[in-house]
């Protein structure tokens, strides 16, 4: 049998791009892919007969770099402008306010005041999120002694902060930690966009609009970037399961062996020092590197075992919050939805229901305490109108993530997901009168379903809460915070890692990096 | 015209604490106070024949002893009694016990879960460790991170280096534990509710956040780093009150030659050309000086005292975004005899220190969430304590003051000013939950005062009653203090400056803001500061 120089475990879009960037380099890398199909939370499954839709509905932070060095576009992915798609405040009472171009380079719907102070903010908030661009890509900076690339990483950190300005640079000082509910209150009027800026704030995180350092999250999303447009997103053409087959069509031009269905079981640990994996069949492969791709708490707990670990980094690992809030709905829909006062072609966009910063704060107030929210906050896309082959003809697919659903529901999910459905439910139909009625089938993922399905912990996308104490040398925690790990030869390249989640592909690029830079 | 040096603006313990330093340096200091008592919320006054109350602020321990001992405090007067522990209620009839003695403190915990007992040693051991790299900070200056002023390079290359000097690992906890929050970091150490409730205390009191809030494990150390005679985290009373250390601090003010003047309010403060005057007293009288410092939050300092045009619009825009929302009541009881509590054993020590009866994380969480929606908490957090207990002379024989500090209490009430009626159902709601643990408590019930922010703003003077004179966030922290570009003590205006809570390191009866704001001023003088002994490390 061929012999492998690296196993990456877990064929998600982090592992791909680890695989297609060690390969490139002349590494020999299989792929272990635990599931029938690879592309993790970025596949598509059919959900209901003839509509299909994937975990991860919009494209807004695939990393410039991944794209060119796998030359994806090659492989099928497009960025054509057209495929940005606008961001919409929904709104009851019938008058949404619509951003279109990259975050709102415009506003529809909204008075003049509005716009002039949203100008000014947005610039702000690019200006303060460029700042953070360049600590996004790069490792970490590490606390004890730095090497050449992190200090760079600092420089430049350092330098755009210089060029702000002083009275700028302290106002950025002043907001980095912030809650953003205190933020747009200084500098918004309109209730809508404030909604959905605390909104886009604590996606996929177990925080309020109110909770301090919330402003961080709207700072993550503002630093990414797609088809060259900060804070832009888009449809990808033929939904993101095309995102997921491109990565691995690079990935396998580069010589990686994918072997889907093959679940690791173990990670050999031979004094000290990563060996291979044993599959669940008992199978053993062995490689001096091995990459994990797969959440950290799995890899360090489950897959390498506590017993080759010194008790304080397993406590740090076991202390690492990944309690999932986010619900996944997917509705299969015998026409495509009209929603009150939005323009039919602006449906193309992510619609958010979040009316209001306490709309949201309410929203989050009951999971605190592990019960989902009786009004809760969403995102939805329309993928088949981008698509027609996501859905049989004439059908529509829609694809919302919506919170606050905890991931240990004090009344459990048995009982609850009906509930929380018919929550979802009336608030769409609050949106989009009728929509129920056309409603052919509906899938909702709570965290539990999300932790089985697609081997989340937690059921976080993120692997892992995206709050203050677990970014940069504390993600995923101190000692394999910079994809290195305590067990020689093993690596982590996940979400989990630095930076943190959605599909960028810097922490599988990070971790391709800090290997090929690393000796054996 | 006599022109004074230097004029304080308010009597309280920051003010009181700077204007000692300055009066020591050889400055010929009158402090102006509006009440007709001294001690704004450090303060002791009867009310009701025969009882003394600690009216504002109630426990002593934050105080910063290089102060006391500059000062000369207990000469003065000023003597603190150190209590043991105290206790949180259990809605099932039993109780957790604090105590001072690491191993007593254990044993208690052991009662309740012997993971979270052996959990406390390695708890214990972190947070000081924790304090141990903060508390310095406490008696320094902020430098200011955007500046290129020697000074302000070589105080952040200090910090930096004594970061640094905590090695990799533990720089990596702190950073964690700065952006934590106090219920998220006390689920890595605990499993017991009650355990947790009781340590989430230190992380709320006085803030307008929740436990589960990110950045409230720092509030604890805010409130763990105090110490009563060079032990650490201990808490004590002040013999007759708070009251005591203002009246300690004004009687060595005036030892050193200092003027009081009290029934005094300022109306505004004189500005010529940028640069201060003096002031203007309510009813006109106008008094001179060269320097003009203010013990009055920021808010009320520049946008009551000073007017709009006499300072730059970013300065300007910045105080009025500088957050300082009340979250706290007090309500001061006199009893007629010592409440009894069926669930504390007889003779435990934990009656003598401060009680509490929320023994859920959820349950101060949702105290908050009242807060949050604008309503006092249904289900409140009190911090409850007995004074008599330890201090004769507050109350007669036999007879007992209780002071319950009471969370949350929002500036209005949904959206509209406090009423009478509010107040009265607000202490309704503090006394039922009283009751519910302490039988026929409502009967030995002689006196109360009942303070919602709306009185401690009208005689305190606490702009919406925020009793640290703004809140302990992050954007409101060290060089961010009251605002960015102003957290060394001065602003724009030339002489005045401000001493209070709103500037660095923030509240609590501590004093530091009055003497780092005294050695800022005495550096702009050039005069020697040789009378103010350097900060040390207690830890």
Known sequence: MTSFDCIVIGGGHNGLVAAAYLAKAGRKVLVLEAETETGGAGRSHEFAQGFRVSMAHLLNRLHPETVKTLDLESHGLTFSPTRQVPSV?????????????????????????????????????????????????????????????????FAMTGLSLKRLGQEDMRDFLRVLLMNVADFVDEVLSDDRLKGLLAFDAVLGSHLGPRSPTSLLGLYYRLAGEIGGAPGGQLQPAGGMGAVMDALRSAAEEAGVVIRTGSAVARILVENGRAAGVALDDGEEIRAATVVSAANPRTTFIDLVGPHHLDTGFVRRVQNVRMKGDAAKLHLALDRAPEFLGLPLDHRRGRLVIAPSTNYVENAFNPAKYGEFSPDPAMEMTLPSLDDPSLAPAGGCVLSATVQYAPYALKEGWESGKPKFLEAILSVLERHAPGIRKTVLHSELLTPPDIEKKYRLPGGHWHHGELQADQMLMSRPVFGAESYGTPIAGLFLAGSGSHPGGGISGVPGMNAAKRILGTKG | MKSWDAIVVGAGHNGLVNACYLQRAGLDVLVVEKNEWIGGAAVSRSLTPGFLYSNCSYVCSLFRPEIMRDLELPKHGLQVISYEGGAVFTRDGDYLANYRDHHAHRREFARFSKKDAEAYDRYARDVTRQCRFIQPLLMRTAPDPTSLRPRDIGELLYLGKKFAGLGAREMADTLRFWTMSISDYLDEYFETDVIKANFSISGIIGTALGPMSPGTAYVLLHHYMGEVDGSVGAWGYARGGMGAITKALAASFRASGGTIRTDAEVERILIENGRTGGIVLAGGEEIRARLVVSNA????????????????????????????????GKVNIALDSMPEFPALPKDSPSIRGDLHFTDSVERMERAYDDWKAGRWSADPFLDMMIPTTLDPTMAPPGKHFMSCFVQYCPPKVEGRDWTD???????????????????????????????????????????EGNIFQGELTFDQLLFNRPVPGYAQYRSPIGGLYICGSSTHPGGGVMGAPGRNAASEILRDLKRGANHMSPAHDVI
Not at chain 1, 111 to 138: H, M, N, T
Request: charged share 30%; no cysteine.
């Open chain 2, 421 to 463: 009626a509010d107040r009265d159902a607000f202490a309704e709601t503090v006394i039922s939950q009283i009751a519910d643990y302490s039988p026929g408590f409502r009967d030995r019930i002689v006196h109360m005062e009942v303070r919602t922010p709306r009185e401690l703003e009208a005689e305190v003077g606490l702009t």
């Open chain 1, 89 to 153: 405040a929904l709104s009851a009472s019938g008058d949404p306010l619509i951003l279109t171009g990259a975050y709102g380079e415009k506003l529809e719907g909204a008075s003049p005041d509005a716009a002039r102070q949203w100008a000014e903010v947005r610039a702000q908030l690019f200006r303060y999120a460029g700042i953070l661009k360049p600590l996004l890509a790069r490792r970490p900076p590490a606390l004890g002694g730095m090497a050449l690339a992190e200090t760079a990483a």
């Open chain 2, 297 to 328: 939050d920021v808010k009320r300092t520049f946008l009551k005292l000073v007017e709009e045009k006499e300072l730059p619009d970013t300065f300007l825009r910045r105080v009025k975004n500088f957050r300082m929302r009340g979250s706290s």
